[in-house]
């Protein structure tokens, strides 16, 4: 009975995940299809809270610029030169955040054997737990060069696996959540 109640605690996050959606704001007055360049903001990429080991590192900070810099390109965005003037200043944040969901799960009712006249139940009861878990949000913002204002705005969340993700696995991951929040830049 125990493994089910997991199972299902666990089915339940997965859809959760499942259901995430990009969230995206910006400026309408900003005309965004007018840009041709872009750089960095500094830092380019913050953790929060800082100094978290499970999600801050030199490693993970290269593959998420490294994933912006090839969504950027493939919308005809390039880096800015020394030459050229910026755009869009770009900073990407990853967000660890412990999150709690009640959840309710009812055992029992109609199953089991049939007995020639229906189905033979057994009793009927509900079991509420809370279930800790930790959420990762990637946020990227677009920002006006001179004066560092906020032009758009795009995140996305994702479960934070329990077992270890391998290099290539983080890669993907990266990669997969920068390609939805970039999905319709530039808005127009």
């Known amino acids: ?15 959760c995940q499942a259901t995430s959606t990009v969230q995206r704001d910006y400026n309408p007055s900003h005309a965004f ?5 872009w750089d960095w903001a500094d830092p380019a990429v913050e953790f929060r809270p800082q100094g978290d080991p499970r999600i801050a590192s030199d490693i993970t900070a290269s593959r998420i610029r ?3 810099a090839d969504q950027l390109d493939s919308r005809g965005l390039r880096p800015a030169t020394d ?4 755009d869009l200043l770009v900073r990407a944040y990853l967000i660890n955040e412990q999150k709690q969901d009640v959840v309710t799960i009812t055992h029992g009712g109609s199953f089991g054997a049939y007995w020639g006249r229906g189905w033979a139940g057994g009793p009927v009861y509900s079991e509420t737990r809370s ?3 930790h959420e990762v949000t ?10 560092g204002e906020l032009l758009w705005r795009g995140s996305d ?5 329990q077992r270890p993700l391998s290099p290539s696995e983080r890669n993907q991951q990266i990669q997969q959540l920068v390609t939805r929040i970039l999905a319709s830049f530039p808005p127009g």
């Open 1 to 15: 009975m125990r493994v089910l109640a997991v199972l299902a605690v666990f089915l339940f996050l997965l859809g």
């Open 66 to 68: 490294e994933s912006v």
């Open 33 to 37: 299809l007018d840009d041709q360049f």
């Open 83 to 86: 030459s050229t003037g910026v």
């Open 138 to 147: 990637l946020q990227i913002d677009m920002l006006h060069p001179q004066t």
């Open 131 to 133: 279930v800790d878990y």
């Open 157 to 161: 969340s994702e479960l934070m696996r």
